[in-house]
């Protein structure tokens, strides 16, 4: 059969939205948090969670965070709310409820796969990004799995869906930090942290919103 000849009529489902967006004042607010991170750091011992090595504080980032924190945690908020919408595709505004904890990872440092249960978005923030920017080989990428279940498993992975983002069936996607940026993206999917292999030091916020 010629399927030239033939209508085939393609729709995409069940997309997943993984956002970015770089903080205005980033320039300013970030050496204010890297300077409160690092104080809170030599101060309080790390927490264990998905952390492979390195130093992540307590869920009461905004407790401490002081002004540029509470500026970082709004704009978590607005972008949240930009993106999501009731079932009739209207706007809504959501009073977020949130927990917020900072991450510092050196060399060898990472974080094992892992969701947040209870939450509707997760967030990351890079503070800063410890030279990965300028340098993708130091490595420390936000690594994304494919949440389509079984699909890496599956019959000659090596043959993907003709579509638009096809080759990233079963295949995890990397994301590079830059300082300034922050990823968005739904509470249930599936990700991690690489290794840094810098000599310098990398500077993240994290944080769950619910409602």
Do not use: K
């Not at 978590?76 to 930009?82: G, N």
């Not at 990351?124 to 990428?141: I, K, N, Q, R, S």
């Not at 599956?154 to 043959?159: C, E, H, N, Q």
């Not at 080759?167 to 922050?182: E, F, H, N, V």
Request: with cysteine; net charge negative.
């Amino acid at each position: 059969m010629n399927t030239a000849q033939s209508q085939v009529s393609v729709e995409t489902l069940f997309a997943t939205p993984v956002a970015t967006a770089r903080h205005p004042r980033a320039d300013t607010i970030n050496p204010a948090i890297a300077e409160i991170v690092l104080v809170r750091e030599a101060a309080v011992p790390s927490t264990q969670h998905s952390n492979l090595l390195g130093w992540q504080s307590a869920w009461d980032f905004p407790e401490w965070g002081g002004p540029a924190g509470e500026d970082l945690l709004n704009f978590a908020r607005a972008v949240a709310t930009r993106l999501i919408v009731d079932r009739q595709g209207q706007p809504v505004e959501v009073d977020w409820r949130m927990n917020a904890w900072a991450n510092i990872n050196r060399r060898g440092h990472g974080n094992e796969f892992h969701t947040h249960p209870g939450c509707v978005w997760s967030d990351a923030y890079y503070v800063d990004d410890g030279g990965t920017a300028a340098d993708p080989a130091l490595g420390g990428e936000f690594e994304i799995a494919d949440p389509r279940g079984a699909m890496p498993a599956m019959y000659r992975p090596d043959l993907v869906p003709a579509i638009p983002g096809g080759a990233s069936a079963g295949a995890s996607t990397l994301l590079g930090p830059q300082a300034g940026m922050m990823i968005l993206f739904p509470a249930w999917l599936s990700h991690a942290v690489r290794p840094y292999l810098g000599d310098g030091q990398r500077i993240s916020i994290a944080f769950n919103l619910s409602t």
